[in-house]
């Protein structure tokens, strides 16, 4: 009897993780939109003692002609769950996810017995802006720089991710490497609308991991034992992976009489490649890649850089501030003036989570208000080289 209760426990066990993982498991990039750059070493020597930089990033969310099928401005969009989740409060939940994800840098599993520095990784994404598109011509997974076109915003500037459905198929994603920088991500909605409807979880743990990897993309890393459109290198195409010496190839690995090619979740087991820009799952950076994105972050985008996306890249000196409207949340300039002469107040919005970025200064003048339920953040930092 004992016996029995001691399979039950394990079954109960070894079971629930599994459907945990497989309805979480959904970690594929189907490669990139647009131009893929050449891929060039940076030349760039990171130095892990910069201070952090912070990415402004956008998300959208695509919603049916009706406004179902996806979080809106007050909902989850599954009113049956009487969720406290709306289109806001999930994004700022998974930007800080992504972050806490980016706040670690595990070892390299690659090359056996390695002593490639696992350097803390001095970026996080910072929310621009949240917003809702209704348009059923463009609700499902791939619609790729057509989204960018019609609904993108601060193009060149702002990181724009774009949310819609997977129509059943697996999760996922795909992003820009050059040009104006975004991300499309299949099938979040979906998976928080099974996962919360049945064990009020959210899923955003691994949905913060596609998000660092197609960001990766936007940031200039390729994928290291893998094509650009997913599949595992090929046997002896020296052309297949990311340039980076500090990332073994899948052949150097082979040769070693392994695969590192592995997928999601895979990141325990020591001959598969953890790196970030593998489908582990996992969030491990070489020196060689931290140094291509913070080249990259020296560049603007005449030379394919992303130098603008940072808010340490002050493109405008006065910002006179009358109205915030509902969907920016970010606010980014050398001095900004809130509320600026002549307006009558200045208002945060009800429920927002507002943040002004100067390096000269924030002035709050008669009239500034921070409604109820809102959150208002200021910071003052130097612009960047
Ligand atoms: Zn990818």
Redesign the pocket.
């Known amino acids: 009897m004992q016996k029995m209760n001691k399979l039950i426990v394990l079954l109960v066990f070894l079971f629930i993780p599994q459907a945990l993982v497989k309805s979480q498991g959904t970690f594929e990039?189907?490669?990139?939109i647009g131009t893929h750059p050449s891929l060039l070493k940076s030349g760039y020597v990171y130095d892990p003692n910069i201070s952090i930089r912070y990415v402004k990033i956008n998300i959208h969310y695509m919603l049916k002609t009706d406004g179902t099928g996806n979080f809106t401005e007050t909902t989850d969009g599954v009113v049956s769950a009487n969720s406290p989740y709306n289109g806001y409060t999930y994004a700022a939940l998974l930007v800080n996810t992504a972050n806490q994800r980016l706040a670690s840098n595990p070892k390299m599993n690659l090359p056996p017995n390695n002593a490639t520095p696992n350097y803390p990784k001095q970026y996080r994404f910072i929310l621009a802006g949240v917003y809702f598109h209704r348009n059923s011509n463009y609700y499902y997974y791939p619609n790729g720089g057509y989204l960018l076109d019609l609904y993108g915003v601060n193009l060149g500037s702002e990181i724009n991710i774009f949310f819609d459905n997977a129509n059943g198929q697996n999760g996922g994603?795909?992003?820009s490497m050059s040009g104006s920088r975004m991300v499309e991500i299949r099938g979040a909605w979906d998976t928080y609308n099974q996962w919360y409807a049945t064990n009020k979880l959210i899923g955003t743990w691994a949905l913060a991991g596609t998000i660092t990897?197609?960001i990766?993309?936007n940031l200039g890393l390729?994928?290291t034992v893998?094509y650009?459109n997913?599949p595992c290198c090929a046997t002896g195409d020296a052309s297949c992976g990311d340039n980076c010496d500090d990332t073994p190839s899948r052949d150097q690995m082979l040769a070693l009489g392994f695969d590192a090619c592995c997928g999601f979740n895979q990141e325990g087991i020591a001959t598969c490649d953890n790196n970030l820009?593998n489908?582990t799952g996992d969030q491990a950076l070489t020196p060689c890649q931290l140094g291509i994105v913070f080249g990259n972050f020296t560049k603007d985008e005449s030379s394919n850089g992303t130098k603008l996306y940072l808010t340490c890249s002050f493109t405008t000196n006065v910002l006179d501030l009358c109205s915030l409207g509902s969907n920016q949340l970010l606010y980014n300039a050398k001095t900004i003036n809130f509320p600026a002469s002549g307006c009558m107040n200045g208002l945060i919005p009800v429920g927002q989570s507002i943040v002004f970025t100067a390096s000269d200064g924030i002035n709050l003048n008669n009239g500034f208000e921070v409604q109820l339920g809102s959150s208002f953040e200021t910071s003052i930092i130097s612009s960047c080289q």
Not at 29 to 32: K, L, P, Q, R, T
Request: contains cysteine.
């Open positions: 990039c189907s490669g990139i994603g795909q992003a990897h197609e990766g993309h390729d994928h893998r650009s997913g820009m489908y």
